[in-house]
């Protein structure tokens, strides 16, 4: 059976995939090149009540965003607006919605989008990637993962959960097989030993 494919990126795997930074994105978004989601409770606006997904005015992100990391980790927000309408609606009740980094969100087709608008769309002329697997971002999720959480207790239980990570990256849910992955980790494990 073959899971279907990804729906949302967060902005860390996205400036992951794309070389750039999360600010880069934010940036983007606040002028209008990119849009981001995120899931709200039930909040009442002026166009009236909403929940689900929203997208979100990049321009209210920006201070999570400073370039010299002192921004806060959460911000609040005043105003959203459903998926694919034009209006933006301002958030009445309660006074503003809490949005942390983690709850930043492109979808999969918006990613998809920028990717083709801007070339960046990795692809041969048989429409396949040029590289099967994304090595570039699979560093940045290791350094992430040692940062937030250390090393796992084996060399066997951290290649197992970035061939784990590579199957929830892939449409097919694919990933490369153990050797491959782990003459990609085991110069890091060594070294943080």
Known sequence: MTLPPRVFFSSFEA?????????????????????????????QTSNGPLSGLIELHAADLMPMFRRDGTGPTEVPIHRVRPPGEATWAFIMSPQGLM?????????AIEKARFEEENGLARRTASGRPNHKYDWEAMFVAVIKRIHERGLPDTQAEFVREFQEWF??????????????????????WRALQ
Do not use: N
Request: glycine share 4%; proline share 8%; hydrophobic share 40%.
């Open 15 to 43: 400036a992951a995939r794309w070389g750039c930074t999360p600010t880069d994105i934010v940036e983007w978004a606040a002028m209008e090149r990119l849009q981001l989601t995120t899931s709200a409770p039930f909040i």
């Open 99 to 107: 949005v942390a980094r983690p709850d930043i969100l492109i979808s």
């Open 167 to 188: 199957a929830r990256r892939d449409e097919k849910g694919e990933a490369p097989d153990e050797r491959s992955i782990r003459r990609r980790l085991t110069p890091v």
